[in-house]
């Protein structure tokens, strides 16, 4: 009762300034974010194409980008000064730029024998998540049941760290999980984890070497987090599979689920291999059509039907408990996607490396093939609904929505909620009021993550204020 008491006396106010106040500037009600890989500068564009937000950096991207909180960016960036493993998607340096471009977090993720690559995120404590190489000599490996004739000077592996900022450069390992945990070979029965492979699945071949003598054995090149479930996706892409792990305190390193090329654990054939150098393995949100479900850029190398590269989502076996279903002796399912694009507007695409997909609130999903720089939005049956091409090459590319709260009073008004964007008027108080009445983040105008009287009083300020 007190909260639609409270709103009615502070609304009243407005009657009288509705019919007066002033349109407020409105960019695009949509924007898309990416780094290009060419150059140091991370961009945001809306869908005319045109710039509307910049953030400046001294490195390359190394690769990834993410939209935090309050607009500032997590970004990985490729420092060459660095020691540690150096190949395809090398980084090394993890930084936070805030809107005003203010460095507020450069954090180097890199030594003689390890290097942060490809992607990082940041997990809902605060805390950041990052793929890392590390680097073991040969015999290192022939001791752990690598046969010692598919084998170069050093073998890379990888480890998923969790870094707690600690300073303005500074942080500290909270969580890790290393891949070499979870080694299974049946090479040599008097060295460690010895077995069929086959009949441990939830373990990674050592002998399992697609890429022959190269020492980046693994290439993990993208992840993703479920805080439900309190899981990690990996796009492995030397093996042709996704994985999950679990990052609950305790757990072993394990793999408790993997889909994409059933060879890779020692069953079945070339004809039941489904994914082909993907990238950008993630769960759709909660919320979205599809949600729960895993999406991958297919990229289509050595795809017996010829190089096309695809979108696929699939329906993941999930268990009440989290744990994930197979029958035994089988791969572990589906058979296939629920769903795949595989071309665009009617034409087939295609990037060998690289590239992203996107599930989108109005069921389309964003497209980016990295290796031609081309951002696409397609719908269900792959019709193209919107494009555009920044140039160069591309590691990812993100939508963000129109009146996302992350943007809030940066490139949208507190008050402006209502379509037509642009112009205040009573629209916008109707739309404030059902927001906050249903709790909805939206009406969180003071940014607090608690509604209450203050988030009143601040769309009350911004209405009459006309939006700065």
Not at 50 to 77: E, H, N, Q
Not at 133 to 144: C, L, N, T, V
Not at 181 to 198: G, K, S, T
Request: aromatic fraction near 10%; glycine fraction near 10%.
């Amino acid at each position: 009762m007190f909260p639609r008491l409270f709103m009615s006396l502070r609304l009243a106010s407005l009657t009288a300034a509705i019919a007066c106040a002033p349109a407020t500037a409105a960019p695009h009600p949509e924007w898309t974010l990416f780094s290009t890989r060419t150059t140091t500068t991370t961009t945001l564009i809306d869908l005319e194409g045109g710039a509307v937000k910049t953030w400046p950096s001294a490195y390359l991207p190394g690769m990834t980008v993410y939209l935090l909180d309050d607009g500032a960016i997590l970004r990985a960036a490729a420092d060459p000064s660095l020691p540690g493993p150096n190949g395809g998607g090398a980084g090394g340096r993890l930084q936070i730029i805030a809107w005003d471009g203010t460095l507020e977090w450069d954090f180097p993720l890199a030594g003689v024998d390890h290097r942060q690559h490809h992607d990082a995120l940041m997990l809902p404590n605060g805390n950041v998540l990052a793929i890392v190489w590390e680097s073991y000599s040969a015999a290192d490996a022939i001791a752990m049941g690598r046969d010692p004739d598919a084998l170069g000077s050093e073998v890379w592996s990888e480890a998923i760290l969790e870094i707690q900022p600690t300073g303005p450069t500074t942080g500290v390992v909270v969580w890790e999980w290393h891949a070499w945990d979870a080694l299974v070979q049946d090479f040599d029965p008097l060295l460690p984890n010895y077995a069929p492979p086959a009949d441990n699945p939830s373990r990674i071949d050592i002998n399992y070497i697609p890429n022959g003598a190269n020492p980046d054995w693994l290439h993990f090149n993208g992840f993703d987090y479920n805080e439900e479930l309190d899981q990690i996706v990996i796009s492995c892409h030397a093996f042709d599979e996704l994985w999950i792990i679990s990052h609950a305190p305790g757990d072993n390193a394990d793999l408790l689920y993997r889909w994409g090329n059933p060879q890779a654990y020692g069953m079945g054939t070339p004809a039941d291999q489904q994914f082909f150098n993907q990238h950008n393995a993630q769960w759709i949100d909660d919320g979205l059509p599809g949600a729960g479900n895993l999406m991958v850029f297919n990229n289509g190398n050595g795809r017996p039907a010829g190089a096309y590269s695809s979108a696929d989502e699939i329906v993941p076996p999930l268990n009440p408990d989290g744990s994930y279903a197979r029958d035994p002796g089988s791969p572990y399912g589906p058979a296939a996607p629920v769903w795949t694009c595989d071309t665009i507007g009617g034409s087939s695409f295609y990037s060998s490396f690289i590239s992203g997909v996107q599930r989108l609130p109005n069921d389309n999903t964003l497209i980016c093939v990295g290796a031609s720089g081309e951002f696409h939005e397609v719908s269900t049956d792959c019709a193209l609904q919107w494009s555009s091409t920044p140039g160069s090459t591309q590691f990812r590319a993100t939508r963000i929505g129109a009146r996302d709260t992350r943007l809030r009073d940066l490139l949208w008004c507190s008050a402006d909620l209502a379509t037509p964007y642009g112009t205040l008027n009573v629209d916008d108080v109707d739309a404030f009021v059902s927001a906050f009445l249903a709790g909805d983040n939206i009406a969180d105008c003071d940014g607090s993550g608690v509604l209450n009287v203050d988030d009143i009083d601040c769309f009350v300020a911004s209405f009459l204020g006309g939006c700065p």
